[in-house]
């Protein structure tokens, strides 16, 4: 009988290297990634919260079935999330098993190796597997994004699999309102479950970012737990409960206030001013065609109006903005430019400054509240959503979605939210500090 000479780890897979110059291949799986790998049911939802080990157990189970000669196909959200995800933990798994024994065409999508196959799409362009026959594994990746249609699909895909028998894993982390919870609750899909401290491997670190991450409790319980929450806010920043309650707080007594500008560009976009004065909309501005020699004289009105000392910042999105912002600070206002897409303060939460000022605002008026709202600035923010991006990083959806719903752009909401891009400190209290400073410098 042979004995192990060496023994090391490569991610989940345990080799060791025997007496005989033979090879064993163990996989060190957590307990629900081995019962999803031992399931012999046609099909089971494996209800996981993030980091929870989802990837890993599909790409095992890929992999298993790939070296059996069978076909597969897994689905992911998008052709990216494909290819950041599973491809990754695939090939890795391979290069253990099977070095320089498989062939991964990227061109067509697929990973090869003697008669099985391991085709890759998204759910963006599902229709493009209806061609693929024989399929006797389906791995759906973050299946409560799929296409309700998915099944009708897929039947067409699995038929003729024999001698292995059809079936189809899934894997998601919950989302609310969706089609895939109805679906399993009314054909009694069999479910594992799994949260995300279930993976020792998930740091405290990872974790605390994770609650970064979550806007409130529900996106906490279904992020975290895996918990499916009976709730229709999944993707709302403002819901209209927060903005109904915001508006009926008590007003904060304070003297400074920021300006947030959203200059228009082409088309029909507005100019919008918001000044926002602690917990209270003092002053909304809109004006359909206007120059920024216009736009300065109007905030320069402001300021004189609510005092110029009393002033903080003035936010201005950088797209149209630029010319404005030399104006402003020529006249000896504090102004500055935010440029929407570039990269977040805190970039390992948020894709960008966009989505950044935006959960600023979301904290900000669930902590205090926000006196002055508008019916039309709510009908903005309630349309302004939010999904986790294949990376975990906030992202808003793009505007273009936003104004399907509005029927324009969110000017007023994106003039909000910019005055949330730093606190609000009066300028005269800046110039207190400085003379009690100066009293301590040569």
């Known amino acids: 009988m042979s004995k192990a000479v060496n023994e090391y780890k490569i991610g989940c897979i345990r080799v060791v290297d025997c007496s005989d110059g033979s090879r064993e291949i163990h996989y060190d799986l957590l307990p629900h990634q081995r019962k999803l790998r031992k399931s012999e049911e046609p099909i089971v939802y494996f209800r996981a919260g993030?980091?929870?080990g989802k990837s890993v157990a599909a790409a095992t189970i890929a992999v298993n079935a790939l070296l059996k000669g069978q076909r597969v196909i897994c689905l992911g959200q998008t052709s990216q999330a494909i290819r950041e995800v599973l491809v990754p933990e695939i090939t890795k798994q391979l290069q253990v098993i099977i070095p320089g024994q498989y062939?991964?065409?990227?061109?067509?999508?697929?990973i090869v190796f003697e008669d099985g196959v391991i085709y890759l799409a998204s759910y963006e362009s599902i229709e493009s597997i209806r061609g693929y026959t024989s399929i006797s594994l389906a791995i759906l990746d973050e299946a409560a994004l799929a296409p309700p249609d998915i099944f009708s699909v897929l039947a067409f895909c699995m038929r003729d699999c024999a001698p292995f028998e059809s079936r189809i894993r899934m894997m998601s982390t919950p989302r609310s309102d969706n089609w895939l919870t109805k679906f399993v609750k009314d054909n009694n899909i069999p479910i594992i479950t799994a949260k995300t401290n279930d993976n020792p491997?998930?740091?405290e670190k990872e974790i605390e970012l994770m609650r970064k991450t979550c806007i409130d409790e529900n996106a906490w319980k279904r992020e975290f737990y895996g918990e499916e929450v009976d709730d229709s806010t999944d993707g709302i920043l403002f819901t209209q409960q927060l903005l109904n309650t915001a508006a009926n707080t008590k007003r904060m007594e304070r003297q400074g206030y920021n300006i947030g500008v959203d200059c228009a560009g082409l088309g029909n976009d507005m100019n919008a001013i918001v000044v926002?004065?602690?917990?209270?909309?003092?002053?909304?501005?809109e004006k359909r065609q206007a120059t920024a020699s216009e736009m300065c004289s109007i905030i320069k009105g402001i300021t004189v109006e609510l005092g110029k000392d009393n002033l903080s910042m003035v936010y201005i999105d950088a797209a149209y903005g630029l010319d404005l912002c030399e104006r402003l600070t020529e006249y000896g206002l504090q102004a500055t430019t935010v440029s929407f897409g570039a990269a977040a303060n805190e970039s390992t939460v948020y894709l960008n400054q966009r989505a950044e000022m935006y959960c600023n605002a979301?904290?900000?008026i669930d902590d205090m509240g926000l006196i002055g709202l508008t019916e039309e600035l709510k009908h903005e923010l309630n349309a302004t959503k939010y999904i986790l991006n294949n990376s975990n990083k906030i992202q808003l959806i793009p505007k273009a979605d936003i104004k399907i719903v509005l029927g324009r752009s969110p000017d007023l909401a994106d003039a909000l939210a910019l005055t949330y891009c730093g606190p609000i400190i009066e300028r005269k209290v800046i110039?207190?500090?400085?003379?009690?400073?100066?009293?301590?410098?040569?």
């Open 50 to 52: 993030r980091g929870s």
């Open 103 to 110: 062939k991964w065409n990227q061109t067509s999508n697929k």
């Open 201 to 203: 491997n998930i740091s």
């Open 276 to 285: 926002r004065r602690g917990n209270e909309i003092v002053k909304i501005v």
């Open 362 to 364: 979301r904290r900000e």
């Open 431 to 442: 110039e207190r500090k400085r003379q009690y400073q100066a009293q301590f410098l040569d």
